[in-house]
């Protein structure tokens, strides 16, 4: 290896190349994973959440799959209503709860023309969610009921609109009303792709009868006194939408309830099946790395005949001879298994930088133990894989021949 350094840093080269990006795989997917979870986190871990949902009479995830495809063409399922939230608030496990709807609108003020997200909800939510006004205060139960247009704003949309300015007691222009702003909340960042402090809150009601011309809700969030018996809660919660919604089949239900459980699990089986998708896409370049070492390994037999020939006339047994070229093949892959975990780190350190700098996500650097593991075992076993035959063409190699081949 020493004596043909040149080719055998070829040979190494296509190795690194596919275990390096084994290690961005899993790297990635390790990234999607926290920035998907610090969403699902950002709610709070002691709630079930209510989502609506396309009826469907397939289960399991093709049953997702049909209702994800009739999202995306524009099916609105209209039937979950704040009495659901209501009557589900009344189980003595539900602490508290809230009901949401969601649009982008653009918001004014003076010459400055924003486009927000805007989000409607309860006025519980602000004691449910992970959030905080800092200066102000949040809506009131009686501001939603009687469809008051106020609004707490998100801190980076009250500088766009206001910049250094005091922004409560003034008007901001959502469509064609005015809304008076009561709250500024305090910045929290970006959880994943969404960036809470460009959002602006508003009293749920407010949004529904002024604003969309709604009279349904898009989730829910029920707050939990005793998180051990969220599915026994979450059981009670169905129930309780199949009466309201009149549904007698479980499997025309229009709405789904999940526990942090099932989110979690949910996530683990998503994000393992797209690691799992591009490791197959890796692989590729994988055993292109392994045909090349194979090749190599084929033209080191043939140069070394004469050596081969030499060791079994002295006694080299069949064993001796596949244990040589094997250990030789083993150690290049591992090489470059070895330096394509220190290349993957790199590159893995590289996309962290540009999603969380360049991008503005939350994306933090983290690769599972199983991933250096996965990437030294496929170089040993592509290592064994495609160092055996030309080992097995060496051990067979008739020790007369071999010495008069030169």
Not at 206 to 225: E, F, N, R
Request: no cysteine; charged share 20%.
């Amino acid at each position: 290896m020493r004596s043909n350094l040149a080719r055998t840093s070829l040979t190494v080269l296509g190795m690194v190349i596919g275990i390096a990006m084994v290690i961005v795989v899993y790297s990635a997917g390790e990234g999607i994973r926290n920035l998907i979870v610090g969403q699902v986190e950002a709610f709070g871990t002691d709630i079930i959440e209510t989502e609506v949902k396309v009826p469907t009479q397939k289960k399991g995830a093709e049953g997702d799959a049909q209702t994800g495809q009739a999202v995306a063409q524009g099916v609105q399922v209209t039937t979950l209503k704040l009495k659901d939230m209501e009557d589900i608030k009344k189980l003595p496990n539900v602490k508290n709860a809230y009901s949401a709807v969601q649009a982008q609108e653009q918001v004014s003020y003076g010459n400055e023309t924003r486009r927000s997200f805007m989000l409607g909800v309860n006025a519980a939510y602000i004691d449910i969610d992970k959030s905080e006004v800092a200066t102000g205060r949040f809506f009131s139960e009686e501001e939603d009921k009687s469809l008051a247009q106020v609004v707490v704003l998100g801190s980076k949309i009250k500088t766009k609109l206001f910049g250094d300015a005091d922004a409560v007691g003034k008007f901001v222009k959502i469509r064609k009303s005015k809304f008076q702003v009561v709250g500024v909340m305090k910045s929290r960042g970006a959880s994943g792709f969404m960036d809470f402090d460009d959002w602006m809150l508003l009293p749920i009601r407010t949004v529904q009868k002024k604003i969309l011309g709604i009279d349904y809700v898009y989730y829910m969030i029920h707050q939990l006194y005793d998180v051990g018996r969220a599915d026994e809660t979450a059981a009670d919660a169905k129930f309780i939408i199949r009466e309201n919604h009149q549904i007698t089949n479980p499997d025309k239900d229009d709405f789904r309830v999940y526990t942090m459980a099932e989110m979690m699990s949910m996530l683990d089986i998503i994000t393992g099946a797209i690691t799992l998708l591009l490791l197959a896409i890796v692989s590729i370049s994988l055993v292109v790395g392994g045909v090349g070492i194979m090749n190599i390994m084929y033209v080191v037999v043939s140069e070394r005949t004469m050596e081969i020939g030499l060791r079994k006339a002295v006694g080299a047994r069949y064993g001796d001879i596949m244990k040589q070229f094997l250990f030789e093949a083993v150690l290049i892959t591992l090489l470059g298994g070895v330096v394509g975990v220190v290349v993957g780190i790199g590159l893995s350190l590289l996309v962290s930088w540009i999603a969380s700098s360049a991008l503005g996500s939350a994306w933090e650097f983290s690769i599972p133990l199983k991933g250096f593991a996965v990437a030294l075992g496929f170089s040993f076993f592509f290592g064994i894989v495609f160092g055996v035959y030309p080992a097995r063409k060496a051990a067979r190699l008739n020790p007369i021949e071999a010495l008069i081949s030169e």
